[in-house]
Structures are given as structure tokens and as C-alpha cells.
């Protein structure tokens, strides 16, 4: 069942999206060569934990950490340790907060004094299906008309979206129903109605859409071991037009 936020919860879904928001813009701004996963995994729950709020991930399904961090080949759920980031690594980092019962989730990718100009245009095109998908969160329009957008501008460019993973809903639980597919027709699926939360994630590969997952029961990898990027934004869909819970600023 699709559990359609009133304006109380909306507000309450807004300050825990803002928190996560800075959280995340925070890690982000501390990725750099020599810093370890694990050092940008603690300072994240140190600082969700002095803002009052809890880390969304650490503990869920038996999750080790309090964020995600996954570099180059690894997709999404990297489980962050005593790995150094480098020069040239595309990390990509995934947050969530829980505060006053709700919870927020947003993630960005960091090119690492990245040159490979495919590479950057990975990072580019990403972040376009993600405005793309943005765009198609409307009052009155089907949950397909923003998969079938974010498909679309990937695809144009000439990467592949994952199959295997997809956005969700989400309020009181990280992931609610309805299920957020990256590709796929139009027109088809849930109506979308004023009050759904959702988390739109673009996870784009350079090469080919199949992935897998390591041992460790976490780390998604591209099969072909290519780059891999992910952003995402937790959205609300509003009579008003798609609203941008995981933002500090205006902007993607």
C-alpha cells in the first residue's frame, strides 16, 4: 500500500530531509586522496547523531555502518573500512537520516580529480536522469513516466541504467511501497497523487547494465567492472509540482 503523507508528516519528512541533505553535502566535501571509507563512514555518524537524528542504514538488514560508499566499479551498498580513497576514483556516497519518526535519503557521486572525460560525462548524464525523473513527479501522471525518463536520457548517451536495484518510497520506513524502476514505459503504474514520498535513484553504469554482489552480502559491482554513478533525491509529489526534500539549496 502507497501510504500518502499528510501536511504534518510532509513537514516532519522536510526536516529530516534537510538534515540528510547536509549531511551528505558535508561527507562529499571531505572526499579527497588519503581519507579512508571508514573515516568519512564515522564522521557521518557523528555528526547525524550531534544533529539529534539517527543513521537510517546503520543496523537496517544487518547493515555494518552508518552510510554507503561505493568507488569505481561498485555500484551501490560499498560498505565503507580501511579502503583509501585515490586520485581518479568515482565514489559515490549514500546517506539516510531518521529523525522525529521519519526518514530522509539522498546521494551524490564525487569524481576524484577525475579527467576521463567519459567518465565525467557518466556523472553529467546521471545527474540529467535524475532531473529528468524530477521532472516527471506530477499530480495526475504514472510512477512509469518517471522511469521511462530517467531510461531515456541514459540510454540517449549511451550508458545503461541497473535493472537489479530501484528507487522507493519512503516516510516512516526507508523502503515503502511503491517500487521506483529506473526503465520502462510509459504511462503505466500507480497514478501519483499529492502526498507520495518518494526516492528517485539513477544508478547509471558506463557499460553494461548487469551487476553483482560480493561476498560480504553488501557490495553491488558492475559485472563488466566499469564505472558506475548514483545521485538520488528523496522527492514529494505535490499539487504544486515536484518538491526537493534532500536539498539544501535549489538545485540538484
Known sequence: MIRIKT????????????????????????VAPGITTGELDRFAGEMIRDMGGTPAFLGYGGYPASICVSINEQVVHGIPGRRVISSGDVVS???GVKYDGFIGDCATTVLVDVDDREIIRLAAVTRAALAAGIDKAVVGGRLSDISHAVE???????FSVVRDF?????????????????????????????????????????????????????????????PSVHFEHTIAVLKTGPEILTCVKKKI
Do not use: Y
Not at 205 to 212: I, L, S, T
Open 152 to 158: 531515456k536520457t541514459v540510454t540517449a548517451a549511451g
Open 166 to 226: 530501484v528507487g522507493h518510497g519512503i516516510g516512516r520506513d526507508m523502503h515503502e511501497e511503491p517500487q521506483v524502476p529506473n526503465f520502462g514505459r510509459p504511462g503505466r503504474g500507480p497514478k501519483l497523487a499529492h502526498g507520495m514520498t518518494i526516492a528517485i535513484e539513477p544508478m547509471v553504469n558506463q557499460g553494461g547494465c548487469e551487476v553483482e554482489v560480493m561476498p560480504d552480502g553488501w557490495t553491488v559491482l558492475t559485472r563488466d567492472r566499469r
Open 93 to 95: 556516497i549514500d546517506v
Open 7 to 30: 501536511e504534518t508528516e510532509l513537514e516532519k519528512m522536510r526536516v529530516s530531509n534537510r538534515m540528510t541533505a547536509e549531511v551528505l553535502a558535508a561527507v562529499a566535501g571531505r
